[in-house]
């Protein structure tokens, strides 16, 4: 049999038997795939402490002909990204990170979103604690848009037309960004004031300067952001990192 030795990002382990673990992994050329690592919780595992969560390395696996669960023959670990735990803030928005890469992407080669994913557990790990929430929100609409979802936020989505300037508009989370005054009209999407939408289209554009906002602002693009994945990559599941993510349990009220 063939062994695939590919660049890999762990996004989840489940138990599996007494002994080994079904690893779900993000990979830089098969896209994102399950394997079991036998024998993965025994004391002298060949595969010790490697398959932590969001830890990196290559991954060695060998595909099954009449399944979708392989096997990972070997984990060779790079990178444990123990500096993502050391803030919830960090360790949300990364957990977040890989709840959209789990969810969306392709079980085939997509090498730009494995590495938009591996760059931005990378900015988030050394990220100074007031960066951490705008980082989140521009790296997750990043992923979100480079798996096929990117909102329409220079013209309306549904026609194209231009969007108003100097006043609110709506964004609606089910046609996918803005619409125009003729769209918008009586929608009950979000209505952004021109602060805001400026805000929206700097998170979504890399490079541009990340804003500046107070906390009301800031938990009003959580929301946003939170009802756009789940319109379009939930598909009425459970996801657990966004809600965790969203209402920031650990912040009191």
């Known amino acids: 049999m063939t062994t695939h030795v590919t660049p890999a990002i762990v996004l989840g382990t489940i138990h599996y038997g007494e002994t080994s673990r079904i690893a779900r992994l993000a990979t830089r050329d098969l896209g994102v795939q399950s394997a079991i690592a036998k024998g993965?919780?025994?004391?002298?595992?060949?595969?010790?402490?490697?398959?932590?969560?969001?830890?990196?390395?290559?991954?060695h696996i060998i595909f099954a002909?009449?399944?979708?669960?392989?096997?990972?023959?070997?984990?060779d670990l790079t990178r444990v990204r123990v500096d993502l735990a050391?803030?919830?803030?960090?360790?949300?928005?990364?957990?977040?990170?890989?709840?959209?890469?789990?969810?969306s992407a392709p079980a085939t080669g997509h090498p730009a979103s494995f590495d938009?994913?591996?760059?931005?557990l990378d900015t988030l790990e050394v990220a100074p604690g007031v960066a951490v929430e705008p980082l989140a929100?521009?790296?997750v609409w990043q992923l979100v848009s480079v798996l096929g979802f990117?909102?329409?936020?220079?013209?309306?989505?549904?026609?194209?037309?231009?969007?108003?300037?100097g006043r609110p508009t709506v964004f609606s989370a089910a046609d996918g960004g803005f619409l125009c005054g003729r769209c918008g009209g009586g929608h009950e999407g979000a209505r952004l004031g021109p602060a805001d939408r400026d805000a929206l289209l700097?998170?979504?554009?890399?490079?541009?300067?990340?804003?500046?906002?107070?906390?009301?602002h800031l938990a009003a693009h959580r929301r946003?952001?939170?009802?756009?994945?789940?319109?379009?990559?939930?598909?009425?599941?459970?996801?657990?990192?966004?809600?965790?993510w969203e209402h920031r349990p650990w912040v009191p009220a």
């Open 150 to 165: 990117a909102p329409a936020l220079e013209h309306c989505a549904r026609d194209g037309a231009a969007l108003p300037d």
């Open 224 to 244: 946003l952001l939170a009802r756009y994945v789940r319109y379009h990559l939930g598909e009425g599941a459970a996801l657990p990192a966004l809600d965790f």
């Open 86 to 103: 050391a803030r919830m803030d960090r360790f949300a928005a990364a957990s977040l990170l890989a709840e959209v890469m789990l969810r």
């Open 202 to 216: 700097a998170f979504a554009t890399p490079g541009a300067e990340l804003p500046a906002l107070d906390d009301p």
């Open 116 to 120: 938009l994913l591996r760059d931005a």
């Open 65 to 75: 002909r009449r399944s979708d669960l392989h096997t990972l023959a070997a984990f």
């Open 137 to 139: 929100l521009r790296l």
């Open 40 to 59: 993965a919780m025994r004391p002298r595992s060949r595969f010790g402490a490697a398959l932590h969560l969001l830890s990196e390395g290559q991954a």
